[in-house]
């Protein structure tokens, strides 16, 4: 069986001597991390290569840090976010969680314990939203839905009534989701949607 790949972290700023600085800390803590100095040097990248975790500074003079979340989940939404910044405001902090989806807002000089733990906990979400998507990836939108729905615990009525189809649609559904995962339950579907081993 096939290693999975090494997770890669990047470290976006345009001040090369920090975003290199970080880089070495996680390469340090035993992360694989590669710095980049520019938004669209990163975003190239992505052609050839996935990162699965991306700190990067809000304040860039070619493109600021959310610009470049909205282009980066745009190519990748299983990447997680952390953003760091030198002038940290409180709508600042909320739009990087709320509307950019990132796991933590950093200050500069950046606490190497608390990135560590961001960096962490990014490399472990972005795993399971990697997971969750290998394994939806064949299903219709409706499917998405229901398996959404089911594996958060509703019933088949609960969801039949949320999505205005009939209860009989949703089996229907179900079995279709069974049959791609290759599941035989309930339980193994959360199992798969939390990212878990068979």
Same mark, same amino acid.
């Given at each position: 069986?096939?290693?999975? #790949? ?20 996680? =390469? ?22 996935? +990162? ?7 304040? /860039?003079?070619? /493109? ?6 909205? !282009? ?6 299983? =990447?997680?976010?952390? +953003? /760091?910044? &030198?002038? #940290?405001?409180?709508?600042?902090? =909320?739009?990087? =969680? ?9 200050? *500069? ?22 997971? %969750?998507?290998?394994?939806? &990836?064949? +299903? ?6 229901? +398996? ?15 999505? !205005? ?9 179900? !079995? &279709? %989701?069974?049959? *791609? ?18």
């Amino acid at each position: 069986m096939n290693e999975a #790949p090494v997770p890669i972290v990047a470290v976006l700023d345009d001040d090369d001597d920090l975003g290199r600085a970080v880089a070495r800390l996680l =390469v340090h803590r035993g992360l694989a991390a590669r710095a980049f100095l520019s938004p669209v040097q990163l975003l190239e990248a992505l052609t050839d290569q996935s +990162f699965n975790c991306v700190v990067s500074d809000v304040q /860039m003079d070619e /493109m600021d840090g959310f610009a470049f979340a909205d !282009a980066l989940r745009k190519r990748d939404p299983s =990447v997680a976010l952390i +953003f /760091m910044t &030198a002038w #940290p405001t409180t709508s600042h902090a =909320v739009d990087a =969680v709320r509307q950019y989806g990132g796991l933590d807002y950093l200050e *500069k000089p950046i606490d190497e314990a608390r990135l560590i733990a961001a960096v962490t906990e990014g490399l472990a979400w972005s795993a399971h939203e990697r997971r %969750i998507a290998a394994v939806t &990836a064949s +299903f219709t939108r409706r499917e998405r839905e229901v +398996f959404d729905l089911l594996v958060r615990g509703h019933s088949n009525k609960e969801i039949a009534d949320r999505l !205005a189809i009939s209860a009989r649609t949703v089996e229907d559904h179900r !079995a &279709a %989701i069974v049959m *791609k995962t290759r599941t035989n339950g309930l339980a193994q579907l959360i199992a798969l949607s939390r990212g878990e081993d068979d």
